[in-house]
């Protein structure tokens, strides 16, 4: 089992990485882990990797960017109040692997007054319409929960890494199932001011929604940027199930030369369903239904040339718990041409 369930990673990064990257605009790489809060627990890591191609009116006609641009293009017009009309697109993929266990990683039994061990392999695929002031994001999300998501191999690889206590209960993870979610979130510049020519200060607000068999749920958030020599684009809280590429619309708005950036924001989601943890609940385990969280973004941004590198830092709190969910992102991104 553990040999298919690499082969099935290995297709699914190596079709990611054939269709893409001979096309790509700017490449982000993610990782996110608890230990950074002193914890192994719920939401222990998560690794992210995104393409945002470059925009549409701007791409060749007989490229995978404007050929794949364009399908997003004819799927999402077909739903009613989208107009696509007069803006900017920009359309990217990414790639998600998000891993959950329980507190102790040392039995091998389940644990059913704790979480049990879970792994999801995403991928979505976006359609961005935005001008200068503000931004849409429709989304389709497709993937898998379960031992082909290849949960426990990542997180005995990262534990091997970083020296951590292997975890032995991955035997009890939930079973396979797949879904498919959509969503939406729109993003707001509400306020800009220039300090001088190269520094300025933004305010960003943004609003969500998801619905599939994966998760149902909205939420809303608002954060503020201050930086030196940084995109002319967005920086706003995202979907509690989705990363948000946002940031990487018009990366290169910038001079090709040193800049920096900090972040602070915060954001709300109310849950209205989460397969997780109704699987965990109709597999036995004491799973208190979630039914909101509230994070804090804070973060710090380097830029150079065509890179940037950034550290996030996300406490978080459940409506069932005050000391579940939080997390850091070590992330890195860059242009190609």
């Known amino acids: 089992m553990r040999k298919f369930n690499m082969k099935i990673k290995v297709i699914v990064i190596s079709l990611f990485s054939i269709f893409n990257f001979s096309y790509a605009d700017v490449w982000t790489l993610a990782t996110d882990n608890d230990l950074v809060f002193h914890s192994d627990d719920a939401y222990t890591a998560g690794m992210f990797a995104s393409w945002v191609g470059d925009e549409y009116s701007k791409s060749e006609a007989d490229s995978f960017t404007y050929l794949y641009t364009s399908t997003l293009k004819n799927i999402f017009t077909l739903l009613p109040l989208i107009d696509l009309e007069n803006k900017n697109l920009n359309a990217s993929i990414s790639l998600s692997e998000i891993v959950m266990t329980p507190n102790d990683l040392t039995q091998t039994q389940a644990i059913y007054d704790d979480i049990p061990y879970s792994g999801t392999l995403g991928i979505d695929f976006s359609l961005f319409a935005w001008d200068k002031n503000q931004f849409d994001e429709y989304r389709i999300s497709v993937g898998v929960v379960g031992p082909l998501s290849g949960a426990e191999q990542l997180q005995n690889l990262v534990h091997k890494i970083t020296g951590s206590e292997e975890a032995k209960g991955w035997d009890n993870q939930l079973g396979n199932h797949f879904y498919v979610n959509l969503g939406y979130l729109k993003g707001m510049k509400n306020y800009e001011y220039f300090l001088n020519n190269d520094t300025r200060f933004e305010w960003f607000n943004s609003m969500y929604f998801d619905a599939g068999n994966y998760y149902i749920g909205a939420g809303a958030g608002s954060l503020v940027r201050i930086g030196q020599n940084i995109p002319n684009n967005f920086n706003t809280p995202s979907t509690l199930m989705s990363t948000s590429a946002s940031n990487n619309l018009n990366f290169t708005s910038r001079k090709n030369e040193f800049g920096w950036a ?55 709190r459940t409506s069932s718990k005050d000391d579940s969910g939080s997390w850091g992102r070590i992330s890195f991104t860059w242009y190609l041409e």
């Open 262 to 316: 900090a972040n602070l924001g915060i954001s709300a989601d109310l849950i209205g369903y989460m397969y997780l943890q109704e699987a965990a609940i109709d597999a036995g385990y004491d799973v208190e239904r979630e039914w909101g969280i509230v994070s804090l973004t804070a973060s710090f941004e380097l830029y150079y040339e065509n890179m940037r590198a950034s550290l996030d830092l996300f406490p978080s």
